[in-house]
């Protein structure tokens, strides 16, 4: 019989990815337009590191998938949510993927190479380019806007299921709802 | 019949001393301001940030054979400065940092150069930079190629120690003090005077 919520540890990294992902994407559009100054590097160089960190816990969070398949829809699902439901994930995957790859070539380009924490250097696939880093800012932007987007119609659906179909859907990642009987 | 001979070696020996002394006597004066390069290597967050002086001029008289003769001046103007961002471009000439109103340019001026062996030298002199001056020594490297002499070398200032980037900048875990200069000067002999 399939599991009918997620492991704990998917749920854990669901979280705390989202309070992650959350605070990266509001100290990411807060610090772009921020005069220079001490102030604006650090956030700069965290927002990096954060960046860094989310990129390892998606690829811990893709190998224990692989390892632990999530819980199947359930049945009384019509075909084509299902469909979209997969879809959507599988979209929320790839931007948690290149969300951070793009904004590592992008400081990249841009001359500033990132150092994880101020100790482990990453290397720099890509020199010094004005263009480039211009581009890797305008890709790093949508892609971001575009998995804002994703988000909000991640959460909706998960409310519709929890409120309007009263399905355990919800109730699989946040085991505390769940309904007794 | 002797005499002559002798003579003539010791004028054969004169003349090959003479030569020696001319060939040795090569003094490094025409600088080449389009191959020489000023450089240097800030850090941010602890992330090494390449920059670079694109504007300077250098006055030098070098001769290998006699270091301690040697002179040498470097005018720069810290207008053409290239920090390695934009951003760090337009902030870099306001008053926290180097004031360029107030001072557009930096000076060094050496007081000596002593020979630390082979082709290794050590430059020591006055660096000026927002009316402070301080005291460097900087080990550098002298070689030939094709006709130019070539100096390379570098040092490491502390950017404070000029007041450059002082206020909320001299918080050193954002903007190190630490700051280091490379130098690449190519100069032409003098007899290369075109």
Known sequence: MP???????????????????????????????????????????????????????????LAWRVGHRPPPLPESMPAWQQVAAHGLHHLLYLLMIAIPLSGW?????????????????????VGKDKELGDLLKTVHTTLNYSLAALVLAHVGAALKHHLLDRDDILSRMLPFLARKG | MKKPAHLGRALLASFLLTISGL??????????????????????????????????????????????????????????????????????????WFNLKVFPGATFVATAVRPLGGERFELVGKLT??????????PFTFRQEGANGVFDGAFTLKRLDFGVGDGA????????????????IVAAPAAARK
């Open chain 2, 169 to 184: 900048w001299s918080d050193v875990s954002t903007v190190a003090n630490e700051v280091q200069i490379k130098f690449h």
């Open chain 2, 129 to 138: 930079i927002k009316g402070k001056t301080q005291d460097i020594a900087a």
């Open chain 1, 3 to 61: 599991a009918s919520r997620y492991t704990r540890t998917a749920i854990a990294l669901h979280w705390l990815m989202a309070v992650l992902l959350i605070g990266l994407f509001g100290v990411g559009t807060y610090m772009s337009d921020l005069p220079v100054s001490p102030q604006k590097l650090k956030i700069y160089s965290w927002h990096k590191w954060a960046g860094v960190t989310a990129f390892l816990l998606i690829a811990f969070r």
């Open chain 2, 23 to 96: 060939a040795l006597a090569v003094e490094f004066n025409q600088f080449r301001a389009e191959q020489s390069t000023l450089t240097f290597v800030s850090r941010q967050m602890g992330v090494p940030i390449d920059g670079r002086f694109g504007k300077f001029a250098v006055a030098l008289s070098f001769d290998p054979a006699r270091p301690a003769n040697a002179s040498a001046r470097l005018d720069l103007d810290l207008a053409s400065v290239d920090t390695g961002s934009k951003d760090a471009n337009d902030e870099v000439v306001g008053k926290a």
């Open chain 1, 105 to 125: 070539l992008m400081s990249s380009a841009k001359g500033f190479q990132t150092v994880y924490f101020g100790v482990l250097p990453l290397p720099d696939l």
